[in-house]
């Protein structure tokens, strides 16, 4: 899993389609924030496997993730998901990864881009 808080983090993710995704998405959440870093508003989650999902804690949360904790849960192409966790009233977390692993770690159903 590749915890993104800052610029730099972004750097870490090799598939150039989910980096530029991610790029945006961070750019759009700083305007939420005045820091450089998202930790005051939440954060984003890139999911490298299946088992990432079992660190629930990693993700700041304090029990095991399920479908229905997710606000929603999008399919954004090239068989990637993003999924919005509400943490609280000034924060959430976007977790990115493969449509597999959602299906693996925490989805009751199959995803399609009508979700």
């Not at 090239?78 to 977390?93: Q, Y």
């Amino acid at each position: 899993m590749i915890e993104i808080f800052t610029p730099d983090d972004i750097l870490k993710i090799k598939d150039c389609y989910i980096a530029k995704y991610i790029k945006n998405l961070f750019t759009n959440l700083l305007t939420q924030t005045s820091d450089c870093s998202l930790e005051t508003v939440g954060g984003i989650f890139y999911v490298e496997n299946k088992k990432d999902f079992d660190d629930y804690k990693s993700f700041g949360l304090s029990s095991k993730i399920t479908e229905s904790r997710f606000e929603w849960i999008d399919l954004i192409g090239n068989d990637f998901l993003d999924g919005c966790i509400v943490l609280d009233n000034d924060r959430a977390i976007n977790i990115i990864g493969k449509a597999y692993y959602f299906r693996k770690g925490v989805l009751n159903y199959e995803p399609d881009k009508h979700s």
